[in-house]
């Protein structure tokens, strides 16, 4: 008897597609106002999020949120690689990133601390860190299509 194959995409491939959706139409405007200036017209782009800063908030929220993701998704593996070992600790860096101040050494969250420090995080949790942990862990730049396949064993 041979194994019925769905054909609908696993749930957390449908996920990680809603993000990746999320994270590019961060960038792009949401309309253009148009105004009027002494030298005739000019148009002005408006956004979802205006400032670098905010743009990086939200991207970092998404990222964190595709991790987590990833982190449920492999609940279901039966064998772990050391990259999925470092997808679980990064999404517990993400969720848990409120509590870990300079106090990073508390037992419930040693192992996860301990990882991200070797992936090259410190204390305090800053803006742009995850990032740079998602790159570490993915080999290059976040993308979703990168993470579905190290979730899988590439």
Known sequence: MSAVVSPLPHIARVALDGIDIALRK???PTGI?????????EQRH??????DQEKEAVREALIGAAFVVGQTFLRMVPQWTATMSNINHVA????????????????????TA???RALGAS???QLGQLTQLARTVL??????????????GA
């Open 26 to 28: 961060i960038f792009e």
């Open 114 to 116: 301990q990882a991200v």
């Open 139 to 152: 080999g290059g730049s976040f993308d979703t299509i990168v993470l579905w396949s190290k979730l899988n």
């Open 123 to 125: 204390p305090p949790v």
């Open 33 to 41: 106002i148009s105004e009027t200036g002494p030298q005739g017209t």
């Open 46 to 51: 408006t956004y979802r999020v205006n400032t």
């Open 92 to 111: 517990n860096y993400w969720k848990h990133r409120d509590d870990w101040d300079a106090a990073w050494a508390h037992p419930r969250i040693h192992l």
